[in-house]
């Protein structure tokens, strides 16, 4: 017994870098825990409010049900699987409150002991190994881009973190040994790895890393090539269930995500945010733009998100740490290039990630912007700093550990020794606020209040599956902020089943972001009518209000007053209120099950739209769907886009007294009969502004000449329009960035004779030019023309106030090139009057923004008379009818539907229009085959249509007998293909004999 326990303490004293490590976790865990909160906010993933409901999900993630309207995951959903295995066994013995800080507290370990053994496997020679490994391990722990990664935590970016060190070693071990067990080892850190790729630009990084490493591996280790390609194979296998479904996005969905509002709005933005921080100093500190992020708290203060850190390193004595700390590094990689072979492959990585990050460093930066011109480059890493920078900490982690090993080789003396065992600590001071509870930022500590989950429990209870609209809908960004500590993309899909219409989806989906704004058009402009219709089209059976939401600058914006209103109709009923939280029941014109359902007599219809503000079709037709032989055409369907003139499928000339909207039809249409809304003139409406009792309603024209159609609207002028010059009230420079302090400049330029104010902002916000129009009547619709050119940086960006409901109407960049843009603003309340105009001039950091502002006037302009021309055959309406189907449902990407006898008719699904979506009649002779080979064996209906310009359809042939269909999604094909794959290899690598593994 006495030799066990000797045994034993020798064991443990072997390891004490490991203890101390532990022992560093568990004070980390300690000081940033809060009892009684939840670690949520920012981004962040909560399979923890049910396990059964987000697995299921991850298995089946290629369609995201979920999502709003449903949509093609462009995000690595299924790679989250892992660990919300992980996860789920955890929860069987710790509070699920706390599961989320355990989670990150792990990855911060787990990460620290990856580096420790990784050095550990790459250090060879005289020096003291353990001692320089826990060197490096602390370093990775205690920078400045592991407290920015977990700052605000996200599971991918944790995850990353912690596997980057061991995803080297069982790479490289596996180079070295070849044997099974490193073959295992492999396999298994590759898989446990895997929800990194839940971002896949983070496994986009792991693979560029290991390519530059086993290149360099390659170079110096001939022969090895069969090795490498091999570990790049074992690789893909683990990964392939999440990215095969995830490179189909890439390929067929990725523009959605490009063009979708945020993305429009916010691309620019972060790469110039991130080039703010990409000078050398700031690199060298590994110091990036989170430092320059700031929030509103709920009284209207803005603050740094990091001010803590920010006052922490204004101490010059820490700052030098900083600067010292990334020398040691740096000279830790020249001491390996020279001494230590293995540590010579991560050279490549190391200039691969300052480069990325020093974007704006002399010389350095010229390289950078060569890699953001290749191809989708800009746009997977838009934030280069999230990506790359603990790429960068884990170079310089290995490379000071490498830099202790050498110093601890020289050393001769206790004295020598104690100094490296402070420099192996120097990060620890250097970072200490983390033991203060700084490594969270306050506001992701929150306090879910119960309501959530008892609202949770109930539509768990209800058993429907029915759409959900989320209330309050006031902006586009998909962020909020509640009043209990909470700020983020949003939480309540992780503890229900039902679908909900979030904004967080918008960017994977142009119709989940469609239904944003014909919605908030519809609450906004308190269109009853068109309100109610949105949800029968849409099939939406449930309205959420949270009112625990607030709004930073006034409480009108939320639209709780409109929303109000709205459901007092008996549209509507109230159904549960959670606290702050009420929910109604959607009373719908035809109510669907497994939502599918079958129409018959369906209008048809010409002309998608991509972007408006409201479906006149819908209105005037009820459900419809797009075909070839149409029955009805309407050549301006989308007049609102959102988005400026870019979006516009039509043409707007000026002339002296006109403005001539123009669109070519197809060919078929021109024998359609033309049919014009009622127009009795209140929508151009000209008042004398000296005489209010001289009022005139002018009538707009509409030809059509050859494939074109022509609306001829006159100038109204008068009270209800306006015109401003802004180079003739002298407008003063202004700076509206209370947080950024350069400079800004007004000054008059001369371009062919016209003048127009010269907007220049560095690193500040002109906000000076902002024009009023208080007399503007929100009943009309106005046609803005803006007279602009961007000379340099970024365009100016144009926001409409609407100063009855203390919003933005709309928000968007004006478009680089010079002339003239067009602007249309829809009707909103009847009662509502004033618009402000804002151009603002941004410059982020050092790059100087300057604009040139010319004439701009606002006009009247015929609406909804607009919208509402259609080409018509000559048929009459018949009233729709619909049959129930019986219809199974077993997981998101798969519907097997009983079809009864019919005429002709049309099989609804309603979900996202994706092509990916097939239908397939089973046939008497495969009823009993499973479902999933009917892509190979079964009968397509190849008639796929658009339904209600949303959703998917298909045209059935009639038939005296009952029919089963089944629709599959098949790019969830992708993913089981991928199951299959790894599965395989696992059976295959136990199975075969170490002798066997060392062959192949």
């Not at 299921?56 to 892992?82: C, I, N, T, V």
């Not at 077993?890 to 229009?913: A, F, G, H, T």
Request: charged share 20%; glycine share 6%.
């Amino acid at each position: 017994m006495k030799n066990f326990f000797k045994q034993f303490f020798l064991k443990v004293i072997d390891i004490w870098p490991v203890l101390i490590l532990t022992a560093v976790f568990l004070a980390i865990s300690i000081a940033n825990s809060h009892a009684g909160t939840w670690l949520s906010g920012w981004d962040n993933l909560h399979p923890e409010f049910d396990f059964g409901l987000n697995l299921k999900r991850s298995f089946f993630a290629s369609w995201q049900e979920y999502q709003g309207l449903g949509l093609m995951g462009g995000m690595g959903h299924a790679a989250d699987l892992p660990r919300q295995l992980i996860l789920w066994i955890f929860s069987l013995f710790l509070p699920s409150s706390f599961l989320r800080y355990f989670y990150h507290f792990l990855m911060l370990y787990l990460g620290s002991l990856g580096i420790y053994f990784l050095l550990s496997f790459l250090l060879a020679g005289k020096g003291k190994k353990k001692l320089s490994a826990l060197a490096g391990s602390v370093f990775y722990l205690f920078n400045l881009a592991t407290i920015q990664l977990f700052y605000v935590p996200f599971e991918a970016f944790s995850h990353h973190f912690a596997s980057l060190p061991w995803l080297f070693l069982v790479n490289l071990n596996f180079l070295e040994k070849r044997d099974k067990k490193s073959l295992i080892f492999l396999l298994l850190v590759n898989l446990l790895a895997v929800p990194q790729g839940y971002v896949g630009t983070f496994f986009a990084v792991y693979l560029m890393a290991w390519g530059l490493a086993s290149f360099v591996y390659l170079l110096q280790n001939k022969g090895s090539l069969k090795r490498v390609l091999l570990s790049f194979a074992f690789i893909f296998i683990t990964n392939a269930f999440w990215l095969l479904p995830n490179l189909y996005f890439v390929f067929s969905d990725v523009n959605i995500t490009v063009q979708s509002k945020i993305s429009q709005m916010t691309t620019e933005d972060n790469l110039l945010k991130n080039k703010k921080y990409g000078d050398l100093k700031n690199v060298v500190l590994l110091k990036g733009f989170w430092f320059d992020t700031t929030e509103t708290s709920e009284n209207g203060t803005v603050n740094y998100l990091m001010a803590p850190w920010t006052g922490h390193l204004e101490n010059p004595v820490i700052s030098f740490f900083g600067f010292l700390l990334f020398f040691l590094g740096t000279a830790g990689a020249l001491i390996s290039f020279l001494k230590f072979k293995k540590l010579i492959s991560f050279l490549p990585v190391f200039f691969l990630s300052f480069l990325v990050l020093a974007n704006e460093t002399p010389v350095i930066s010229l390289l950078s912007k060569a890699f953001f011109k290749l191809p989708l480059f800009s746009q997977m890493f838009r934030f280069p700093f999230t990506k790359f920078s603990a790429l960068l900490a884990f170079c310089l982690s290995l490379y000071f550990g490498a830099f202790c090993f050498w110093l601890s080789s020289k050393a001769n003396s206790k004295k020598s020794l104690l100094i490296i065992v402070l420099l192996a600590f120097l990060p620890v001071f250097y970072l200490y606020p983390v033991f203060q509870g700084k490594l969270f930022y306050p506001r992701v500590k929150a306090r879910i209040p119960e309501n959530y989950f008892e609202l949770f429990s109930y539509l768990k209870k209800s058993g429907k599956d029915g759409r959900i609209a989320d209330f309050p809908q006031s902006s586009f960004w998909g962020w909020s902020l509640y009043r209990w500590n909470y700020t983020g993309s949003g939480f309540i899909w992780y503890g229900i089943n039902q679908p909900i219409l979030d904004r967080n989806f918008d960017m994977w989906s142009s119709q989940n972001e469609n239904y944003y704004w014909e919605m908030s058009y519809a609450l906004f402009s308190r269109k009853n009518e068109i309100f109610e219709k949105i949800f029968d089209k849409y099939q939406i059976e449930y309205a959420l209000v949270d009112k625990n939401i607030y709004n930073t600058g006034n409480y009108k914006a939320l639209g709780f007053d409109e929303l109000e209103e709205m459901f007092s109709s008996p549209k509507f009923s109230l159904e549960k209120t959670f606290g702050n939280i009420l929910l109604y029941k959607v009373n719908l014109d035809y109510p669907i099950e497994n939502y599918v359902f079958i129409s018959t007599d369906t209008a048809k219809v010409a002309s998608s739209y991509r972007w408006g503000s409201y479906d006149r079709a819908f209105l005037d037709l009820g459900i419809y769907s797009e075909q070839k032989e149409a029955d009805y055409y309407y050549p301006f369907r989308s007049i609102f886009t959102g988005r400026g003139t870019e979006g516009f499928d039509f043409n707007i000339k000026e002339t002296k007294d006109s403005f001539i909207f123009s669109k070519e039809v197809p060919q078929e249409v021109l024998s359609y009969e033309l049919r014009l809304p009622d127009f009795d003139g209140r929508e151009l409406i000209w008042v004398n502004p000296g005489d209010f009792s001289d009022v005139k309603y002018l009538i707009p024209k509409v030809n059509v000449q050859g494939r074109n159609i022509e609306v001829i609207v006159p100038k109204v002028g008068g009270y209800f329009s306006g015109e401003v010059n802004p180079t003739a009230g002298g407008l003063e420079a202004k700076n509206c960035n209370q947080f950024s302090f350069g400079t800004v400049k007004n000054e008059i330029a001369n371009k062919q004779g016209n003048n127009f104010l010269r907007l220049s902002a560095v690193n500040s916000t002109n906000c000076s030019a902002t024009f009023s129009f208080e007399n503007l009547l929100h009943k009309f619709g106005y046609l803005i023309k803006v007279e602009n050119e961007n000379v340099k940086g970024k365009s100016l960006l144009f926001w409409l106030e609407n100063q009855s409901a203390r919003r933005a109407d709309q928000e968007f960049y004006l478009q680089k090139e010079g002339g003239e843009k067009f602007i249309i603003q829809p009707p909103m309340q009847k009662s509502g009057i004033g618009y402000r105009l804002h151009f603002d001039n941004i410059s982020i950091g050092r790059h100087e923004s300057v604009n040139d502002l010319g004439m701009i006037t606002i006009n009247p302009i015929p609406y909804y008379f607009l919208s509402g021309i259609r080409f018509q055959k000559d048929v009459s309406l018949a009233p729709i009818k619909y049959m129930k189907a019986e219809s199974s449902h077993p997981n998101p990407s798969l519907y097997k539907i009983d079809v009864p006898p019919r005429q002709e008719s049309l099989l609804v699904l309603s979900q996202s229009y994706h092509e990916g979506w097939k239908a397939y009649f089973e046939g008497e002779s495969l009823i009993k085959r499973p479902a999933f080979l009917l892509p190979l064996v079964g009968r397509e209906i190849n008639d796929h249509v658009l339904v209600n310009n949303w959703e998917n359809g298909w045209v059935l042939p009639g038939s005296e007998n009952e029919s089963r269909v089944v629709l599959i999604f098949i790019p969830q094909y992708l993913q089981y293909f991928g199951f299959t794959l790894l599965l395989a290899t696992i059976s295959a690598i136990v199975a075969l004999n170490q002798e066997k593994i060392r062959v192949y």
